[in-house]
């Protein structure tokens, strides 16, 4: 049972405007979540993080939100860049010391 | 450069063989961890260790062994008990096990022949 998920496969979205990556979570001891960016035939990189005391965290052109009742996250990127378009996954963890619980991943297609 | 190394990049396995993936690091970090990837699927922690001469099984250990015996070094051995090896194995390292931030290698993927 997953308890990570990111239930769109892929997104396509046109350069310049919004692109919006969901996650939600089935565990609600889940307290920091982070989100990475993978190129293929590279290992993922860390974007950008969030814990539960914030619902909103920015950094340049990435935003995380986090719902915590809805137990729903999202990265928010704008403008969306060609150098954008790769593989995103959301992490989850139970706090200090605990391992992430990975989600399958979104794969993002930035269009000129 | 600081970084994670990961070698081969591409592994093939005999039926019944072990292999061994390679890790190593220069960032001076003390927790290291190894991840599975499968199509359409998160990646799952095989095993990782915190310090050197210690490491815990992750929630897909079966079929895998490590050893932690240099801060710098964390092999994989995937032994023949490991029925479905095939995946891109990715291997990961933190300041410490509390680390928000891991850094990955590049992988290597394991086909079976």
């Known amino acids: 049972d997953q308890q990570v998920k990111q239930n769109s496969p892929s997104l396509s979205v046109q350069e310049g405007r919004i692109s919006i990556l969901n996650c939600d979570y089935t565990?609600?001891?889940?307290?920091?979540f982070l989100w990475y960016k993978k190129y293929p035939a590279e290992g993922p990189t860390f974007l950008i993080s969030?814990?539960?005391?914030?619902d909103k965290n920015e950094d340049g052109r990435f935003t995380v939100f986090l719902n915590k009742s809805a137990k729903h996250l999202s990265l928010h990127i704008v403008p969306s860049q060609p150098g954008d378009s790769a593989v995103y996954f959301c992490?989850?963890?139970?706090?200090?010391?605990?391992?992430?619980?990975f989600g399958p991943g979104t794969r993002l297609s930035v269009l000129p | 450069d600081g970084g994670i190394t990961q070698s081969p990049k591409y592994l093939f396995r005999k039926e019944g063989q072990n292999v061994t993936l390679s890790c190593e690091q220069n960032l001076n970090h003390d927790a290291m961890y190894w991840y599975r990837q499968d199509p359409g699927q998160g990646l799952r922690l095989i095993y990782y260790?915190?310090?050197?001469?210690?490491?815990q099984k992750g929630d897909i250990a079966e079929g895998y062994s490590v050893s932690r015996e240099k801060k710098e070094s964390f092999p994989l051995t995937v032994t023949s008990a490991q029925k479905n090896p095939t995946a891109f194995y990715l291997c990961a390292s933190s300041m410490a096990r509390a680390s928000e931030t891991q850094y990955f290698g590049p992988g290597t993927r394991l086909l079976v022949l």
């Open positions: 992490a989850a963890s139970r706090g200090y010391g605990q391992n992430f619980v």
């Open positions: 260790s915190q310090i050197v001469n210690d490491f």
């Open positions: 565990n609600s001891m889940f307290d920091y």
């Open positions: 969030i814990s539960s005391i914030k």
